[in-house]
């Protein structure tokens, strides 16, 4: 009896340390999560951008459309005990386009509304532009673009980050952590003769640890 109750108080130390240090652990395996999202987003809107370069070449810099250093977007996480937050922003532009002499700084930002632009010429100038069938145009008149970036651009990297969120994600990551950590093989790995309440808590990071992220 004395040797059982021995290994029976071992026993529930280690299991409460498993316990409480999965709990404790949460931060931890949230902000593991957040940063293979982040990588997962990135990726994804990248791919999709490759595919269809006319709805999001607003969020690349000119001709890098698909490409990590062409990145017009970022995303930020933000990560709790319970709960992890994204937030995605634009960055300005600073390559200039095929047809311009300055960069288009806002590009991102401006072609994702769709808001109006409305171009003046500089101190009683003129405005020079190419129509659709190449032919130049001066004009000293105010030109006014009401579909900055060509039709289907506007809304589009919102419309592809509410798929990657809504769709995607879970399909693919969400459904690979539910499957790796429905079974804590480093609990029973833990089960031993100096099993105590560190071990277990030791265990518990351990099975919390993605290593090599999730495919």
């Known amino acids: 009896m004395t040797e059982f109750n021995k290994t029976m108080n071992q ?12 709990v404790q652990n949460q931060q931890y395996l949230n902000e593991q999560i957040a940063e293979i999202i982040k990588e997962q987003f990135y990726e994804y809107v990248d791919s999709v951008a490759r595919l269809e370069p006319d709805r999001f070449h607003h969020v690349y810099e000119w001709g890098q459309v698909g490409t990590d250093a062409g990145r017009l977007f970022r995303i930020e996480a933000f990560s709790g005990q319970q709960s992890i937050r994204f937030v995605t922003d634009f960055l300005q532009s600073t390559s200039t386009s095929p047809t311009a002499t300055e960069p288009f700084v806002e590009k991102a930002s401006v072609m994702e509304e769709g808001s109006l632009i409305t171009l003046t010429p ?3 100038g003129v405005l020079a532009f190419q129509t659709e069938e190449g032919d130049t145009v001066f004009t000293p008149n105010d030109i006014t673009i009401e579909q900055p970036g060509g039709p289907g651009v506007r809304g589009a990297f919102a419309a592809v980050t509410k798929e990657f969120f809504e769709n995607y994600l879970n399909s693919t990551l969400v459904r690979d952590l539910k499957l790796r950590l429905s079974t804590p093989v480093p609990f029973e790995q833990g089960w031993s003769k100096n099993m105590n309440y560190s071990t277990g808590q030791r265990r518990s990071r ?4 993605i290593d090599g992220g999730i495919s």
């Not at 351990?206 to 640890?209: F, H, N, V």
């Open 122 to 124: 500089r101190d009683g």
């Open 206 to 209: 351990q099975w919390l640890t």
């Open 11 to 22: 026993a529930l130390g280690y299991s409460e340390g498993f316990v409480n240090g999965a």
